[in-house]
């Protein structure tokens, strides 16, 4: 029954006898803990210590059923290429070994290895997986069409994370603690302004309004800006408005008035001449 247990402990390790205590490039082997370090590029920056702590549980019950992959960085060195929450859940499980499997990384690779391993879980936030991606790109100089071939998504996929990027941080960090959803913030990257953006925002958190009705909103909002604003006929003391601008400045002078109470001056110079006749007037105190 002990031997039993001992075999369970060691997880994987325990069927892989053949691997032995020598290092092979490419070959699975149990490597202690201790002597494997956390990988530098490591893109997620949030783990939830309740799932970590739930693998940890499984893990000193069954040991680990996937290895992680790391590769050799000195004499009985290591570096974690991917599987960061087993390694993290292993450190809390106090296994002194862990199965892995060692192979031959740059750092450039090791980089893009570990970005395109994440951008495929399951568990990254939106802005976590944009990142991703955009380091991808800075990095690693990947072009989009390359990185739709490594990570198995369409073009339009990733564009559409990397758009993400340029809302405000506000919406931003409630994509990232799921108080917005990927949809919503599609939505709102469609608005121009920051400031409507984040209104829309803040209408989302105090309304509960789902993504088709801020999709109709920012619809609405589009229309309105495209509507040219209709011309409001010149009231007399507009019209007499316009004649003593243009004697005091002497020249054609045209008022354009708006129904909303906006509206245009243009003035209009016939020479270089006349240009700084104007300027002279306009700008004498």
């Known amino acids: 029954m002990n031997a039993k ?13 053949d691997a032995g205590n020598k290092h092979e490039e490419g070959r699975f082997r149990d490597i202690p803990i201790e002597q494997i370090e956390a990988n530098p590029y490591q893109p997620r920056t949030k783990f939830d210590q309740e799932s970590l702590d739930e693998l940890a549980s499984s893990i000193k019950r069954l040991g680990i059923i996937q290895p992680i992959t790391v590769r050799k960085t000195g004499e009985s060195k290591y570096q974690l290429i991917s599987g960061e929450r087993r390694y993290r859940a292993s450190l809390i499980a106090e296994l002194e070994t862990i199965p892995a499997y ?10 893009e290895m570990a970005l395109v391993e994440n951008i495929q879980r399951e568990d990254l936030d939106s802005i976590e997986i944009a990142l991703s991606y955009k380091r991808l790109i800075e990095e690693c100089k990947l072009t989009q069409e390359e990185m739709s071939e490594r990570v198995g998504k369409k073009r339009t996929t990733i564009t559409n994370y990397l758009r993400l990027l340029k809302l405000p941080p ?56 495209q509507e040219p604003k209709k011309s409001k006929k010149k009231s007399p003391s507009m019209k007499e408005a316009r004649k003593k601008i243009s004697a005091y400045l002497g020249c054609k002078v045209t008022i354009s008035p708006r129904d909303d109470g906006s509206g245009k001056i243009s003035l209009s110079y016939e020479s270089e001449k006349d240009f700084r006749l104007l300027f002279e007037k306009l700008t004498k105190r």
């Open 5 to 17: 247990k001992n075999v369970l402990g060691r997880g994987l390790g325990a069927l892989m006898e």
């Open 102 to 111: 060692v192979r031959e990384s740059g750092d450039n690779e090791m980089l």
């Open 170 to 225: 506000e919406i931003q960090l409630g994509l990232r603690e799921n108080r917005i959803s990927m949809g919503h913030a599609r939505a709102i990257i469609n608005v121009e302004d920051p400031e409507t953006q984040i209104m829309l925002f803040e209408q989302i958190l105090r309304y509960d309004f789902s993504v088709r009705r801020i999709e109709e909103i920012v619809r609405d909002l589009s229309s309105k800006q």
